[in-house]
């Protein structure tokens, strides 16, 4: 049966919870309550692990707090024996619109902190990725603050019709493949 790692890139606790930062964390929670799985802490990350259509979805969300989930990628590839074209990176990018997917097979980290880990650790940027656009609604320099910060009311509306998408991306990057979930999903 073929093995899937889904990354939700995110930061623990409480604090971070509602954040633009965090949708990797609110997407991979979306898809474990479709699947009716349930994460549990492990090592370097909570787990949650699902059977669809003969694959396996191992879904991850590190523990080690963004800027350093290359390592925690990297275990869990290697536990489960993951091939590289089998990994699913899930993160925010204010380089997109609010809402708007954009699936790549490889790529730059686009000075996203946690994808430049994730690379260094994996020593490649061939792994696919999938980015949820949060806009750029900021002032100059304060990014930071705008990716830490809640989501707004309508923001927080849109996502509830935004969830479930994102969950079918996932599905269909084990299912369908890469190729046909870009075609699929991008700019959606």
């Not at 489960?80 to 990994?87: A, G, H």
């Not at 994730?118 to 949060?134: D, M």
């Not at 900021?138 to 830490?148: E, H, N, S």
Request: positive net charge.
């Amino acid at each position: 049966m073929k093995k899937f790692l889904i990354v939700g890139l995110g930061n623990i606790g409480d604090a971070y919870k509602n954040t633009r930062h965090n949708i990797g964390f609110k997407i991979l929670d979306a898809v474990a309550a479709a699947h009716k799985a349930s994460f549990e802490t492990e090592k370097l990350g909570d787990i949650a692990s699902f059977s669809f259509k003969g694959r396996n979805f191992t879904l991850l969300k590190p523990s080690t707090y963004m800027n350093l989930s290359g390592k925690a990628v990297k275990y869990w590839m290697d536990k489960e024996k993951v091939p590289i074209e089998n990994i699913l990176v899930v993160t925010d990018d204010v380089h997109i619109d609010f809402g708007t997917i954009r699936i790549k097979a490889k790529g730059t980290a686009g000075g996203h902190n946690g994808l430049k880990d994730i690379q260094e650790k994996l020593n490649t940027q061939e792994y696919a990725r999938f980015r949820f656009g949060v806009g750029a609604n900021f002032a100059k320099g304060r990014q930071a603050d705008f990716v830490l910060g809640a989501w707004d009311k309508e923001e927080t509306s849109q996502l509830i019709e935004r969830l479930p998408t994102s969950s079918n991306v996932i599905t269909s990057f084990g299912t369908a493949g890469l190729a046909n979930t870009m075609n699929t999903f991008n700019g959606k």
